[in-house]
């Protein structure tokens, strides 16, 4: 498929939940730096979609008011640093509201009227879908927008649909899920969005990877003792109790956004950057993660939920205590697993992946340790063990990446500590306030799918959990706990101990 990346064709969004918390949490804030960045084309229009019978100008002034409180409240997810209110003008002045059921086909007459009221010209048939509603919607309303024949691609316009996560809860409704998408759109139309793939530092795992010659000799096997992935967070449930307590940690977070920094790491080279050489290889990883039976299940796989405690001086509550949990909930709020990918470079690399909520520190990072040094040189000195090598790619917070290796303690004894060779992101580049959003929109606009999952691959994800879920929906593999703030359950760092290895402290 031919990209302009230049400036995006005119295109039509249709928010379908404009009134809902992605849309001004995210989508909106997005939007806004587009614009600021001149991203956004000349003719855009937006359309929303909600429930809600209210007036446009209501919808506008509830959308500003939460962008102005993101400001004020300077949010790390928010990221808008200040709003230049010509820009957001131009934004909002392009909003146009339908209000209806997302089940009922009058709205989407409504949708269609609209969409076609537009002037003629070229490009104004393009139009970009966005589902920022529940999940259990994504279906209904892909079959609504087939009927009233908004998948049809004609005089060279073209229609895109963007999906966002959960995509399925297992590996059975994934499939369903994309067997009704695929009934009315076609692949390269369907955009799967992993927040994940929008940040810079995970992008910038291929670019490190790929853009330097040093490494790629020692990416392999031969060099590498294990990796750790590890995306531990100080929020808890907070106020997603109905949603989270039927999902889980592992449901949430690792066929999605671990396996991303998991595929990304593992993947051999594309021949190029086009988004199917890409997707192919990250497609290659997942098929050869071994896939757990049910007593490796139980060895290599650690579930647990948080009880009360204190996280960075708040006081939390105990999980089952949190709004909108079952007060027996057996729902996991962190989860370890232990993978091996069976292939010739990662063939014997355990890769550890680990992810909680309520932990003691915001910390989202890829540590590689490398092989350590024959110890024989250093017979006959004080050196008892040899400092491991790490490569830390930091995702979040303190974006960077380091080095940490052995140097001799000066003095007359032959001692070595540990030191770090590091770049932040910080010190280099002044990266804008972005929502992480505004790439996977733009990208979407101009058609390059790279940053998005395909069928295969969101199915190749679930395959490597569904025998967990089914291990553990089955009642077995006990569920421990961990108090809130503390960097997680005994029973996960007993995974790593039993060979011999250590998590890296959060
Ligand atoms: C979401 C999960 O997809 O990702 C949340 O549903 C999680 O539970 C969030 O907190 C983490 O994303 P980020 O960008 O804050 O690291």
Redesign the pocket.
């Known amino acids: 498929m031919e990209i302009d990346a230049t400036v995006s064709q005119r295109c039509t969004l249709v928010i379908f939940g404009i009134t809902g918390d992605l849309t001004r949490r995210l989508l909106m804030p997005a939007l806004y730096n587009l614009a600021r960045w001149k991203r956004l084309p000349k003719d855009f229009r937006i359309i929303g979609v909600g429930r809600s019978e209210i007036p446009v100008d209501t919808l506008l002034d509830d959308l500003t008011r939460s962008l102005q409180e993101f400001v004020s409240e300077q949010a790390g997810?928010a990221s808008v640093d200040s709003v230049d209110w010509k820009v957001w003008d131009e934004v909002v002045r392009r909003l146009a509201y339908v209000s209806g059921h997302i089940e009922d086909a009058g709205t989407y007459a409504k949708l269609l009227q609209l969409v076609k009221g537009s002037q003629a010209g070229p490009g104004a048939g393009n139009v970009l879908f966005y589902l920022a509603v529940a999940a259990q919607f994504f279906g209904p309303v892909v079959e609504h927008l087939g009927e009233a024949g908004f998948a049809r691609e004609e005089a060279g316009d073209w229609r895109r649909i963007i999906i966002e996560?959960p995509f399925g809860r297992d590996l059975q409704s994934a499939r369903a899920l994309n067997r009704d998408l695929l009934a009315v759109f076609r692949e390269d139309q369907i955009f799967r969005i992993d927040?994940f793939l929008g940040k810079e530092t995970v992008q910038n795992i291929m670019a490190f990877r790929f853009g330097n010659g040093l490494f790629e000799p020692i990416w392999n096997r031969d060099r590498i003792d294990h990796v750790q992935i590890t995306?531990a967070?100080t929020?808890g449930v907070e106020r997603r109790g109905i949603f989270y307590d039927a999902i889980g940690a592992l449901r949430?977070?690792v066929p999605n956004?671990l396996f991303q920094l998991f595929t990304m790491l593992a993947m051999e080279p594309p021949i190029s950057f086009e988004a199917d050489a890409v997707r192919d290889k990250k497609q290659d990883v997942l098929m050869a993660a071994r896939p757990l039976s049910e007593e490796a299940v139980l060895q290599e796989a650690v579930r647990a939920q948080y009880t009360e405690g204190t996280v960075r001086g708040r006081a939390v509550r105990n999980y089952r205590e949190e709004p909108n949990i079952a007060a027996a909930s057996r729902t996991e709020t962190y989860v370890a697993l232990r993978l091996m990918i069976d292939n010739w470079r990662w063939a014997g690399v355990p890769f550890y992946l680990r992810t909680g909520k309520a932990l003691t520190q915001r910390n989202?990072e890829i540590a590689i340790q490398f092989k350590q040094a024959p110890l024989a040189l250093f017979r006959n000195t004080a050196v008892a063990d040899c400092i491991p090598n790490w490569l830390v790619l930091q995702i979040?917070p303190n974006e960077g990446i380091s080095l940490q290796f052995g140097a001799k303690v000066p003095g007359p004894d032959v001692r070595l500590d540990a030191v770090n060779m590091g770049f932040l992101y910080k010190d280099y580049f002044r990266t804008p306030p972005s929502t992480?959003y505004e790439t996977l929109i733009y990208d979407a606009m101009i058609g390059d799918a790279t940053l998005f999952q395909r069928a295969d691959n969101i199915e190749a994800g679930w395959r490597i959990v569904q025998p967990v879920l089914d291990t553990w929906s089955g009642g077995h593999g006990s569920i421990w706990t961990y108090p809130a703030g503390s960097a997680g359950p005994k029973e996960a760092d007993d995974l790593l101990a039993r060979e011999g290895r250590a998590w890296r402290p959060l």
Do not use: C, P
Request: aromatic share 0%; hydrophobic share 25%.
């Open positions: 997810e996560k927040h995306v967070e929020v949430d977070m956004h989202t979040q992480g």
